[in-house]
């Protein structure tokens, strides 16, 4: 990736994560004084939350700073993977944000207490869907230009406030207006389901990239076709892909004519690694190239995986 494009990624992903802080701040203050002027279980649920939000956008912050720096000599491979390590810190606090909800909903459910001043709770859950609405349209936009999956996660989280203020909202109309008893406390339990929920699915992508997960079936084969287009390789194998933050890395032997010389061969791969790049910018390329045939790999690493119809072989690709 070069210096501007990682520079507006750094602009875009930091703006994010300052927007998430600052939206964070002001729904704690409101939900701090909704909390103790309703009494209401799904409201401190809401204000927990939110405090946990906070704590994951101030990682989130500095996930992205620390994935945006370069290279160095102790970490060859960029620091990409700060996001996923910010992203799986923020699944840990939904996760206990959710026990901490569901605790207090079941000992409300219990004990039994009636909610205040509805009509703050109300307005202050209004005023938080608001507010909450703008910063995920920015977040959307960030993710859009740069994939980022610390925001991506913390987008996520976002989304999942938009029900968490409608469930408080209609269950402070159900107990108060409706006089639907222990309402409110259903709602706040169904709130650290929604919240635990989240967290389950938010964890995919984050494992997948600390467990160096292979690319997606589609961007795999999508990369596979490209190659079939070069007429000076007759063959690929012991493939390997993973993502580390914003950027993709593959590595790939490629089989060519054994009388080839070392500088064809390495003007084959040099127009192999352009016309990739063009194709899937930010890509880190390692290719390694054996004579026709030649097979040092066991088992599956072995197997050619080009496919079995060269597409494109027909038009002028120029090494």
Do not use: C
């Not at 127009?271 to 066991?298: C, N, Q, S, W, Y």
């Amino acid at each position: 990736m070069s210096d501007g494009r990682s520079q507006v990624r750094a602009m875009l992903t930091r703006s994010a994560a300052f927007a998430s802080i600052a939206a964070a701040l002001f729904l704690l203050v409101l939900k701090i004084w909704a909390a103790i002027t309703t009494d209401s279980t799904a409201m401190l649920g809401s204000l927990a939350d939110t405090t946990l939000d906070l704590v994951a956008s101030l990682a989130t912050l500095l996930g992205v700073w620390i994935a945006a720096q370069p290279a160095d000599d102790k970490h060859r491979f960029g620091h990409g993977k700060a996001e996923a390590i910010t992203a799986l810190f923020q699944i840990v606090l939904i996760v206990i944000s959710a026990l901490g909800i569901a605790a207090r909903a079941v000992e409300r459910l219990l004990v039994g207490n009636e909610v205040q001043a509805a009509e703050q709770g109300i307005g202050v859950s209004i005023a938080a869907i608001v507010v909450t609405i703008a910063l995920l349209a920015w977040q959307r936009h960030v993710i859009r230009r740069t994939g980022s999956l610390a925001i991506t996660t913390d987008s996520v989280h976002y989304q999942s406030d938009l029900f968490l203020n409608l469930a408080v909202i209609v269950g402070l109309v159900l107990e108060t207006y409706v006089g639907l008893a222990g309402a409110d406390a259903v709602f706040g339990f169904g709130i650290a389901a929604w919240l635990a929920y989240g967290a389950w699915g938010a964890s995919d992508e984050v494992l997948d990239q600390l467990m160096d997960h292979e690319w997606p079936e589609e961007k795999k084969q999508r990369f596979l076709q490209l190659l079939a287009t070069f007429p000076d390789i007759s063959g690929v194998h012991d493939l390997r892909t993973r993502t580390s933050g914003d950027k993709d890395f593959v590595q790939f032997h490629i089989w060519v004519d054994p009388q080839m010389t070392v500088r064809e061969a390495h003007r084959v791969m040099d127009g192999i690694e352009h016309r990739l790049e063009a194709d899937f910018p930010g890509v880190e390329i390692l290719i390694h190239t054996d004579p026709d045939g030649l097979v040092d790999e066991k088992g599956e690493a072995g197997r050619d995986v080009l496919p079995p119809i060269r597409v494109g072989l027909e038009q002028d690709v120029k090494l």
